[in-house]
C-alpha cells in the first residue's frame, strides 16, 4: 500500500504541477493556478498520515516506510525549486515573460549554486532523518525498526556524496571560454540567415 501511495503521490505532484502551471498561463485563471500549486504539500501529508496508520496498524517497519521518509524529505528540500523551475518556463512560454535564468555556469557562482542545491539535500536528509526517528519512537521496539535505522544512514550518506560533489566545483571551479560574447539565439539565427 505504502509504495503505490508514494507513486500515486508523485503522479498526483506532477499533475497538480501541469494543472497549475494549465489554469495560470492558458486558462489566465492565476488565483486558481497559484491554489492548485499550493495544493502540492497536501500529498507529502497524505503519504505521511498513511504511514503512520500504516505503522499503527501493527505493520512492521521496512524498505516502505523509509523510501516514504526519504519521498517526503525530497520534496520538502526540492520540491519549491522544482515549482519555481516549471512555473518560470511555463510563464516564458505560455505567458509571454522574459526566459527564465539559468543557473550559472563556470567559477564560483557555479559553485555558489551547487551549494545552494546541496542546502536543499541537507534539508531533505535531516527531514527524512527526523520523520524516521518518530517512526522509530512510535513503534517502540529496535528490534523492529532496524531498517528504518539503516534508511536514516542511506540519508545521510546521499548527502555526504552530494556534498562531495558540489564542493568540487569550489575546488576545480570550471572555467569560462576564452571567448567573452556569447552566442545569443538571436544572433544564431542571424548567422544562419547569412
Same mark, same amino acid.
Given at each position: 500500500?505504502?509504495?503505490?501511495?508514494?507513486? +500515486?503521490?508523485?503522479?498526483?505532484?506532477?499533475?497538480?504541477?501541469?494543472?497549475? +502551471?494549465?489554469?495560470?498561463?492558458?486558462?489566465?485563471?492565476?488565483?486558481?493556478?497559484?491554489?492548485?500549486?499550493?495544493?502540492?504539500?497536501?500529498?507529502?501529508?497524505?503519504?505521511? +498520515?498513511?504511514? !503512520?496508520?500504516?505503522? *499503527?496498524?501493527? $505493520?512492521?517497519?521496512?524498505? *516502505?516506510?523509509?523510501?516514504?521518509?526519504?519521498?517526503?524529505?525530497?520534496?520538502?528540500?526540492?520540491?519549491?525549486?522544482?515549482?519555481?523551475?516549471?512555473?518560470?518556463?511555463?510563464?516564458?512560454?505560455?505567458?509571454?515573460? $522574459?526566459?527564465?535564468?539559468?543557473?550559472?555556469?563556470?567559477?564560483?557562482?557555479?559553485?555558489?549554486?551547487?551549494?545552494?542545491?546541496?542546502?536543499?539535500?541537507?534539508?531533505?536528509?535531516?527531514?527524512?532523518?527526523?520523520?524516521?526517528?518518530?517512526?522509530?519512537?512510535? +513503534?517502540?521496539?529496535?528490534?523492529?525498526?532496524?531498517?528504518?535505522?539503516?534508511?536514516?544512514? !542511506?540519508?545521510?550518506?546521499?548527502?555526504?556524496?552530494?556534498?562531495?560533489? !558540489?564542493?568540487?566545483?569550489?575546488?576545480?571551479? *570550471? *572555467?569560462?571560454?576564452?571567448?567573452?560574447?556569447?552566442?545569443?539565439?538571436?544572433?544564431?539565427?542571424?548567422?544562419?540567415?547569412?
Amino acid at each position: 500500500m505504502i509504495v503505490t501511495l508514494i507513486i +500515486v503521490c508523485e503522479v498526483g505532484f506532477w499533475v497538480l504541477l501541469a494543472a497549475g +502551471v494549465f489554469f495560470r498561463y492558458g486558462l489566465r485563471m492565476r488565483r486558481t493556478g497559484l491554489g492548485l500549486l499550493l495544493l502540492e504539500p497536501l500529498l507529502e501529508v497524505v503519504l505521511l +498520515v498513511a504511514t !503512520a496508520i500504516d505503522l *499503527k496498524n501493527g $505493520a512492521d517497519p521496512s524498505w *516502505k516506510h523509509g523510501l516514504a521518509a526519504l519521498y517526503i524529505g525530497y520534496t520538502v528540500g526540492h520540491g519549491h525549486r522544482t515549482v519555481k523551475w516549471l512555473d518560470g518556463h511555463a510563464a516564458h512560454r505560455l505567458g509571454g515573460a $522574459a526566459p527564465p535564468m539559468r543557473p550559472p555556469r563556470y567559477g564560483m557562482a557555479r559553485a555558489r549554486h551547487e551549494g545552494r542545491v546541496w542546502l536543499g539535500t541537507l534539508l531533505a536528509a535531516a527531514v527524512a532523518t527526523g520523520l524516521l526517528q518518530i517512526a522509530m519512537w512510535y +513503534v517502540d521496539d529496535p528490534s523492529r525498526t532496524s531498517s528504518l535505522e539503516q534508511w536514516q544512514y !542511506a540519508a545521510w550518506r546521499a548527502a555526504g556524496i552530494h556534498g562531495l560533489v !558540489a564542493l568540487t566545483y569550489a575546488i576545480w571551479p *570550471k *572555467k569560462a571560454p576564452a571567448d567573452p560574447e556569447p552566442v545569443t539565439a538571436g544572433k544564431e539565427r542571424e548567422e544562419m540567415r547569412r
